[in-house]
Protein backbone atom coordinates (compact mmCIF):
# COMPACT_ATOMS: atom_id res chain seq x y z
CA UNK A 1 0.00 0.00 0.00
CA UNK A 2 3.07 2.23 0.66
CA UNK A 3 4.40 1.93 -2.40
CA UNK A 4 0.89 2.30 -4.04
CA UNK A 5 0.81 5.85 -2.55
CA UNK A 6 4.05 6.47 -2.95
CA UNK A 7 3.37 6.16 -7.04
CA UNK A 8 0.04 5.19 -7.64
CA UNK A 9 0.65 5.02 -11.26
CA UNK A 10 3.61 2.28 -11.25
CA UNK A 11 2.44 -1.29 -12.45
CA UNK A 12 4.80 -2.92 -10.53
CA UNK A 13 3.48 -1.65 -7.16
CA UNK A 14 0.33 -4.16 -7.97
CA UNK A 15 2.01 -7.25 -8.66
CA UNK A 16 2.47 -9.98 -6.59
CA UNK A 17 4.17 -13.32 -5.96
CA UNK A 18 0.72 -15.65 -5.45
CA UNK A 19 -0.26 -17.20 -8.80
CA UNK A 20 -3.66 -15.74 -10.11
CA UNK A 21 -6.50 -17.72 -8.77
CA UNK A 22 -8.50 -18.28 -6.19
CA UNK A 23 -8.06 -20.43 -3.11
CA UNK A 24 -11.05 -22.10 -1.20
CA UNK A 25 -10.47 -19.75 1.87
CA UNK A 26 -10.95 -17.21 0.02
CA UNK A 27 -14.56 -18.27 -1.63
CA UNK A 28 -15.43 -18.79 2.21
CA UNK A 29 -14.45 -15.42 2.81
CA UNK A 30 -16.61 -13.92 0.20
CA UNK A 31 -19.42 -15.58 1.58
CA UNK A 32 -18.99 -14.71 4.98
CA UNK A 33 -18.71 -11.21 4.10
CA UNK A 34 -22.03 -11.21 1.87
CA UNK A 35 -23.53 -12.68 5.10
CA UNK A 36 -23.54 -9.26 6.84
CA UNK A 37 -24.99 -6.18 5.82
CA UNK A 38 -22.31 -3.32 5.21
CA UNK A 39 -21.24 -1.23 7.79
CA UNK A 40 -21.17 1.89 5.97
CA UNK A 41 -21.60 2.41 2.45
CA UNK A 42 -25.48 1.16 0.85
CA UNK A 43 -23.72 -0.54 -2.18
CA UNK A 44 -21.04 -3.49 -2.28
CA UNK A 45 -19.10 -4.34 -4.92
CA UNK A 46 -16.74 -7.12 -5.22
CA UNK A 47 -14.30 -7.60 -8.03
CA UNK A 48 -13.09 -11.22 -9.38
CA UNK A 49 -10.29 -10.26 -11.46
CA UNK A 50 -8.69 -12.94 -14.53
CA UNK A 51 -11.65 -15.41 -13.19
CA UNK A 52 -10.76 -18.06 -15.65
CA UNK A 53 -6.95 -18.41 -14.25
CA UNK A 54 -9.32 -20.10 -11.09
CA UNK A 55 -8.22 -24.09 -11.58
CA UNK A 56 -10.20 -25.51 -8.71
CA UNK A 57 -14.00 -26.74 -9.46
CA UNK A 58 -14.44 -26.33 -5.49
CA UNK A 59 -14.27 -22.78 -6.04
CA UNK A 60 -16.44 -22.91 -8.62
CA UNK A 61 -19.10 -24.23 -6.59
CA UNK A 62 -18.79 -22.66 -3.70
CA UNK A 63 -19.48 -19.47 -5.10
CA UNK A 64 -22.30 -20.64 -7.67
CA UNK A 65 -25.32 -20.01 -5.43
CA UNK A 66 -23.63 -16.90 -4.38
CA UNK A 67 -23.71 -15.39 -8.46
CA UNK A 68 -26.80 -16.84 -9.10
CA UNK A 69 -28.47 -15.07 -5.78
CA UNK A 70 -26.42 -12.17 -4.91
CA UNK A 71 -27.73 -10.78 -1.73
CA UNK A 72 -29.28 -7.32 -2.20
CA UNK A 73 -27.66 -4.48 -3.19
CA UNK A 74 -24.47 -6.61 -4.23
CA UNK A 75 -23.18 -6.82 -7.32
CA UNK A 76 -19.97 -9.88 -8.51
CA UNK A 77 -17.94 -8.11 -11.63
CA UNK A 78 -15.93 -11.41 -12.63
CA UNK A 79 -13.22 -10.04 -15.68
CA UNK A 80 -11.71 -12.48 -18.14
CA UNK A 81 -10.06 -12.30 -21.17
CA UNK A 82 -11.47 -15.30 -22.21
CA UNK A 83 -15.11 -15.75 -21.23
CA UNK A 84 -14.21 -19.67 -22.93
CA UNK A 85 -12.01 -20.37 -20.16
CA UNK A 86 -14.97 -20.33 -17.52
CA UNK A 87 -17.36 -23.13 -17.06
CA UNK A 88 -20.94 -23.05 -18.50
CA UNK A 89 -22.18 -23.21 -15.25
CA UNK A 90 -20.16 -19.59 -14.25
CA UNK A 91 -21.14 -17.88 -17.50
CA UNK A 92 -24.98 -18.82 -17.57
CA UNK A 93 -25.33 -17.07 -14.19
CA UNK A 94 -23.21 -13.63 -15.55
CA UNK A 95 -24.17 -10.77 -17.95
CA UNK A 96 -21.68 -10.08 -20.86
CA UNK A 97 -20.32 -7.17 -21.23
CA UNK A 98 -17.28 -7.17 -23.64
CA UNK A 99 -14.51 -4.37 -23.67
CA UNK A 100 -12.83 -3.62 -26.72
CA UNK A 101 -9.13 -2.26 -26.87
CA UNK A 102 -9.11 1.40 -26.94
CA UNK A 103 -7.79 4.00 -29.93
CA UNK A 104 -4.58 4.82 -30.46
CA UNK A 105 -5.62 8.44 -30.00
CA UNK A 106 -7.55 7.60 -26.48
CA UNK A 107 -4.09 5.99 -25.45
CA UNK A 108 -2.22 8.12 -26.35
CA UNK A 109 -4.17 10.55 -24.86
CA UNK A 110 -3.85 8.92 -21.91
CA UNK A 111 -0.12 8.52 -21.54
CA UNK A 112 0.53 12.36 -22.35
CA UNK A 113 -1.93 12.96 -19.01
CA UNK A 114 -0.07 10.53 -16.99
CA UNK A 115 3.73 10.98 -18.08
CA UNK A 116 3.92 14.01 -15.77
CA UNK A 117 2.89 12.38 -13.09
CA UNK A 118 5.34 9.35 -13.32
CA UNK A 119 8.29 11.91 -13.53
CA UNK A 120 9.37 9.73 -16.98
CA UNK A 121 10.36 11.36 -20.45
CA UNK A 122 9.86 9.62 -23.24
CA UNK A 123 11.29 10.61 -26.73
CA UNK A 124 9.13 10.71 -29.84
CA UNK A 125 10.91 7.60 -30.88
CA UNK A 126 9.94 5.72 -27.77
CA UNK A 127 6.55 7.35 -27.46
CA UNK A 128 5.61 5.92 -30.98
CA UNK A 129 6.72 2.31 -29.77
CA UNK A 130 5.12 2.32 -26.44
CA UNK A 131 1.49 2.99 -28.38
CA UNK A 132 2.22 0.50 -30.66
CA UNK A 133 2.98 -2.40 -28.14
CA UNK A 134 0.30 -1.55 -26.05
CA UNK A 135 -2.08 -2.26 -28.56
CA UNK A 136 -4.91 -0.09 -26.94
CA UNK A 137 -4.52 -0.99 -23.39
CA UNK A 138 -3.34 1.98 -21.19
CA UNK A 139 -2.05 -0.55 -18.16
CA UNK A 140 0.43 -2.28 -21.02
CA UNK A 141 1.33 1.44 -21.66
CA UNK A 142 1.96 2.21 -18.18
CA UNK A 143 4.18 -1.44 -18.28
CA UNK A 144 6.46 -0.18 -21.31
CA UNK A 145 6.94 3.42 -19.56
CA UNK A 146 8.33 1.85 -16.19
CA UNK A 147 10.50 -0.65 -18.19
CA UNK A 148 8.48 -3.76 -17.17
CA UNK A 149 9.11 -6.17 -20.36
CA UNK A 150 6.90 -8.94 -19.52
CA UNK A 151 8.11 -11.88 -21.89
CA UNK A 152 9.60 -9.32 -24.79
CA UNK A 153 13.05 -10.31 -23.86
CA UNK A 154 12.87 -14.10 -24.11
CA UNK A 155 10.36 -13.51 -27.52
CA UNK A 156 12.90 -11.75 -29.39
CA UNK A 157 15.63 -14.42 -28.42
CA UNK A 158 13.42 -17.11 -29.55
CA UNK A 159 12.16 -15.29 -32.87
CA UNK A 160 16.38 -15.07 -33.81
CA UNK A 161 16.87 -18.57 -32.54
CA UNK A 162 14.11 -19.70 -35.01
CA UNK A 163 15.31 -17.21 -37.91
CA UNK A 164 19.49 -18.32 -37.37
CA UNK A 165 18.76 -22.26 -36.98
CA UNK A 166 15.57 -23.16 -37.06
CA UNK A 167 13.55 -25.87 -35.31
CA UNK A 168 16.66 -27.47 -34.33
CA UNK A 169 18.06 -24.14 -32.38
CA UNK A 170 13.89 -23.79 -30.95
CA UNK A 171 14.15 -27.15 -29.39
CA UNK A 172 17.30 -25.78 -27.52
CA UNK A 173 16.04 -22.35 -26.16
CA UNK A 174 13.40 -24.63 -25.14
CA UNK A 175 15.39 -26.49 -23.38
CA UNK A 176 17.39 -23.52 -21.66
CA UNK A 177 14.49 -21.71 -21.08
CA UNK A 178 12.69 -21.49 -17.61
CA UNK A 179 9.49 -21.94 -18.16
CA UNK A 180 8.12 -22.25 -14.49
CA UNK A 181 5.63 -19.58 -13.45
CA UNK A 182 2.31 -18.82 -13.62
CA UNK A 183 -0.40 -18.90 -16.22
CA UNK A 184 -1.00 -15.38 -16.53
CA UNK A 185 3.38 -15.36 -16.76
CA UNK A 186 2.81 -17.55 -19.60
CA UNK A 187 0.14 -15.51 -21.15
CA UNK A 188 2.14 -12.77 -21.45
CA UNK A 189 4.92 -14.73 -23.31
CA UNK A 190 2.47 -15.66 -25.82
CA UNK A 191 1.21 -11.52 -25.82
CA UNK A 192 4.97 -11.18 -26.70
CA UNK A 193 5.50 -13.70 -29.07
CA UNK A 194 1.93 -12.72 -31.16
CA UNK A 195 3.52 -9.24 -31.29
CA UNK A 196 6.41 -9.75 -32.84
CA UNK A 197 4.54 -12.69 -35.02
CA UNK A 198 2.80 -9.59 -36.38
CA UNK A 199 5.61 -7.06 -36.75
CA UNK A 200 6.93 -9.71 -39.11
CA UNK A 201 4.09 -10.74 -41.16
CA UNK A 202 3.32 -7.09 -41.54
CA UNK A 203 7.46 -6.95 -43.14
CA UNK A 204 6.93 -9.64 -45.18
CA UNK A 205 3.58 -7.75 -46.74
CA UNK A 206 5.78 -4.65 -47.31
CA UNK A 207 3.82 -2.54 -44.05
CA UNK A 208 7.15 -1.69 -41.74
CA UNK A 209 5.59 1.79 -40.08
CA UNK A 210 4.50 1.34 -36.85
CA UNK A 211 6.06 -1.89 -35.91
CA UNK A 212 6.25 -2.73 -32.02
CA UNK A 213 9.83 -3.35 -32.35
CA UNK A 214 11.35 -1.52 -35.01
CA UNK A 215 14.77 -2.32 -33.81
CA UNK A 216 14.49 -5.93 -34.98
CA UNK A 217 13.51 -4.82 -38.31
CA UNK A 218 16.76 -6.17 -39.96
CA UNK A 219 15.62 -9.82 -38.20
CA UNK A 220 12.20 -9.63 -39.36
CA UNK A 221 13.31 -8.73 -43.11
CA UNK A 222 15.89 -11.25 -42.88
CA UNK A 223 13.10 -13.96 -41.97
CA UNK A 224 10.34 -12.58 -44.08
CA UNK A 225 12.74 -13.37 -47.11
CA UNK A 226 11.56 -17.10 -46.40
CA UNK A 227 8.69 -16.79 -44.81
CA UNK A 228 6.04 -19.32 -46.10
CA UNK A 229 2.29 -17.49 -45.69
CA UNK A 230 0.18 -20.31 -45.37
CA UNK A 231 2.61 -21.80 -42.57
CA UNK A 232 2.85 -18.50 -41.38
CA UNK A 233 -1.17 -18.28 -40.75
CA UNK A 234 -0.93 -21.35 -39.13
CA UNK A 235 1.78 -20.21 -36.82
CA UNK A 236 -0.44 -17.51 -35.54
CA UNK A 237 -3.25 -19.87 -34.72
CA UNK A 238 -0.98 -22.50 -33.06
CA UNK A 239 -0.21 -18.60 -30.58
CA UNK A 240 -3.71 -18.93 -29.70
CA UNK A 241 -4.13 -22.73 -29.11
CA UNK A 242 -1.18 -22.77 -26.74
CA UNK A 243 -3.14 -19.98 -24.75
CA UNK A 244 -5.75 -22.75 -24.23
CA UNK A 245 -3.42 -25.28 -23.60
CA UNK A 246 -2.24 -23.15 -20.40
CA UNK A 247 -5.29 -22.69 -19.50
CA UNK A 248 -6.25 -26.33 -19.44
CA UNK A 249 -2.94 -26.46 -17.42
CA UNK A 250 -0.97 -28.62 -19.99
CA UNK A 251 2.83 -29.14 -19.46
CA UNK A 252 4.12 -25.59 -20.33
CA UNK A 253 7.56 -26.53 -21.84
CA UNK A 254 5.84 -29.21 -24.31
CA UNK A 255 3.14 -26.41 -25.24
CA UNK A 256 6.16 -23.97 -26.21
CA UNK A 257 8.08 -26.54 -27.86
CA UNK A 258 4.82 -27.38 -29.88
CA UNK A 259 4.41 -23.84 -30.69
CA UNK A 260 7.95 -22.90 -31.34
CA UNK A 261 8.34 -25.99 -33.82
CA UNK A 262 4.97 -24.16 -35.96
CA UNK A 263 7.19 -20.99 -36.08
CA UNK A 264 10.12 -22.55 -37.33
CA UNK A 265 8.55 -24.86 -39.98
CA UNK A 266 6.70 -21.14 -41.31
CA UNK A 267 10.15 -20.11 -41.51
CA UNK A 268 11.82 -23.28 -43.15
CA UNK A 269 15.62 -21.83 -43.27
CA UNK A 270 16.87 -24.93 -44.63
CA UNK A 271 17.11 -24.20 -48.70
CA UNK A 272 15.18 -26.21 -51.12
CA UNK A 273 16.57 -30.32 -51.45
CA UNK A 274 18.75 -29.25 -48.37
CA UNK A 275 18.16 -31.08 -44.93
CA UNK A 276 19.33 -28.00 -43.40
CA UNK A 277 21.69 -27.19 -40.27
CA UNK A 278 22.67 -30.16 -37.56
CA UNK A 279 23.85 -27.77 -35.02
CA UNK A 280 21.54 -25.52 -32.97
CA UNK A 281 22.58 -21.79 -32.78
CA UNK A 282 21.56 -20.80 -29.30
CA UNK A 283 21.00 -17.42 -28.53
CA UNK A 284 23.87 -15.60 -26.73
CA UNK A 285 24.03 -16.21 -22.97
CA UNK A 286 22.62 -19.74 -23.12
CA UNK A 287 23.89 -22.76 -23.91
CA UNK A 288 25.02 -23.72 -26.97
CA UNK A 289 24.76 -27.45 -26.43
CA UNK A 290 22.56 -29.27 -29.12
CA UNK A 291 20.11 -31.87 -27.13
CA UNK A 292 21.03 -35.50 -28.04
Known sequence: ????????????????????????????????????????GGERVFVLADYEQNPSDQVHNALLKLLEEPPPRTTFVLTTARPQGLPPTILSRCRTVR??????????????????RTGKELGSEAHAVVLAQAEGRPGRALELVYG??????????????????????????????SFRGSREEHDRRLDALALL???????RTGAAEGLARPD???????????????????????????????????????VFWSLFRELALALDPAPSGSTGSTRAAAPQGRSERAPA
Open 148 to 177: IDPGATEAAELIEAVVEGGSLASYAWALTA
Open 1 to 40: LERVREDPLDPSSRRFAQPASFRMHQAIAIRRITATKPFE
Open 99 to 116: LSPLGSRDVEAFLDAALP
Open 197 to 203: WRDLLRV
Open 216 to 254: LLPLYRAAAERLDPARAVEAALEIERARERIQANAYAAL
